[in-house]
């Protein structure tokens, strides 16, 4: 029996379709308490007027269907390229149709620009609800880009309205400061990236929603480890993108640090729901921004303030060129975007803070709620 999930994002809508119930309350874990997703009825006729004017995702198992688009992008001329960390062929029709393939993860893609519907085929349940949750987000990058959005990478909290964006490199201390600031009994917007736009005299932000990666560390010191083991163990499920060593390790009760052959943490990863449910905080679908924190992690150091903040640079915009894990393959952001001068002008007149964290939760905790908070009220 078919299912359907409407999810909006400001003028932006894609209703996620499917014969497997499971796929659609993926759609509603991710997107529900950032955007408004919600169940809608399935018309009788299962027509396209789903979609209301926005994006249709028809997602399914269906070895059929993805037999048939295999042959389809091995009959066409196709390029490799790297998508979501998966080996993947792209087919391009001469209609402007689009057909990819992940072959190590069974799935298959066509992508029809004229009625922006998308259909995801593959073999297993759990790997098409993965895609469909992640399609479904860039079909609505793809309609708030055209609306003039932009994308920061920057974790976001937000009170009363007014939110504190972080920018920095990876290891900066974005999700940490977002943490730390939602236990403060901030809201939290993205912890990662977000989407922005001008409006009137201010700058209007969304959420970018996605799964978070919370270290073992940052989870020990704010005392959240323990309720997430006890839940663990009484059969809670995290991402599956969460590595087995992470949930052997949570199983154990370990909180030494596990990397990989590459020197990467793995972490904890959550779907966008149990950071409520585990963690206990307050999701925030849209703020404007008050001002800008930067901060930097030093293990040995003492929090504080320091005198000059940094300036915004090219690496705090997102753009076709600096997005690396979810290259544009059906071509759903516009060609040409709207130029983020007049963005970067008006973040660059907002207050701002720099500042030095250290693995002590409670005192880091303290100093960022004191300068957020003299911020917000400047």
């Known amino acids: 029996m078919l299912s359907a999930t409407r999810i909006h994002a400001d003028a932006a809508t894609v209703t996620v379709v499917s014969d497997t119930k499971d796929i659609t309350d993926w759609a509603l874990r991710y997107f529900g308490g950032w955007w408004n997703a919600t169940t809608v009825p399935v018309p009788a006729d299962h027509s396209d007027s789903l979609a209301e004017g926005g994006a249709l995702l028809l997602a399914d198992v269906d070895d059929t269907r993805l037999a048939g688009i295999e042959t ?10 790297e998508y979501a960390n998966a080996r993947t062929l792209v087919a391009r029709h001469e209609d402007g149709a689009v057909y990819a393939t992940q072959p190590a993860e069974r799935l298959a893609y066509h992508y029809d620009p004229a009625t922006s519907r998308l259909v995801i085929a593959g073999a297993h349940a759990q790997s098409v609800a993965v895609a469909a949750s992640r399609l479904a987000r860039e079909l609505i990058r793809g309609q708030l880009l055209r609306a003039g959005f932009h994308i920061l990478h920057a974790s976001c909290v937000v009170r009363n309205g007014g939110s504190l964006l972080t920018f920095g490199p990876k290891g900066a201390g974005k999700t940490t400061t977002a943490l730390l600031l939602a236990r403060e009994g901030f809201e939290l917007l993205a912890n990662d990236r977000v989407f922005i736009r001008p409006e009137g005299g201010g700058l209007r932000i969304l959420p970018w929603p996605s799964a978070a990666a919370i270290g073992f560390g940052l989870l020990k010191s704010t005392g959240l480890y323990e309720p997430l083991r006890a839940r663990i163990l009484e059969g809670e499920q995290m991402h599956p993108t969460q590595d087995q060593r992470v949930t052997d390790a949570l199983h154990a009760g370990s909180t030494e640090p596990i990397w990989n052959a590459k020197g990467k943490e793995l972490k904890p990863q959550f779907f966008p729901d149990q950071l409520s449910s585990l963690l206990g905080m307050t999701l925030a679908p849209q703020a404007h921004a008050a001002a800008l924190l930067f901060p930097q992690v030093d293990k040995d150091a003492e929090p504080r303030v320091l005198d000059t903040p940094r300036v915004l640079g090219e690496e705090d915009f997102f753009t076709g060129k600096t997005e690396d894990r979810y290259p544009d393959i059906f071509s759903l952001a516009p060609t040409k975007a709207a130029p ?6 008006r973040l660059a007149q907002l207050p701002r803070r720099a500042l030095v964290l250290n693995h002590d939760s ?3 905790g303290e100093m960022l709620a004191k300068t957020a908070n003299d911020l917000l009220s400047a």
């Not at 389809?72 to 390229?81: K, W």
């Not at 983020?340 to 002008?345: E, F, I, V």
Request: charged share 30%; no cysteine; net charge negative.
């Open 72 to 81: 389809l992008v091995g009959d066409y001329d196709h390029n490799e390229i």
């Open 340 to 345: 983020p001068t007049d963005l970067a002008d």
């Open 362 to 364: 409670r005192t880091s």
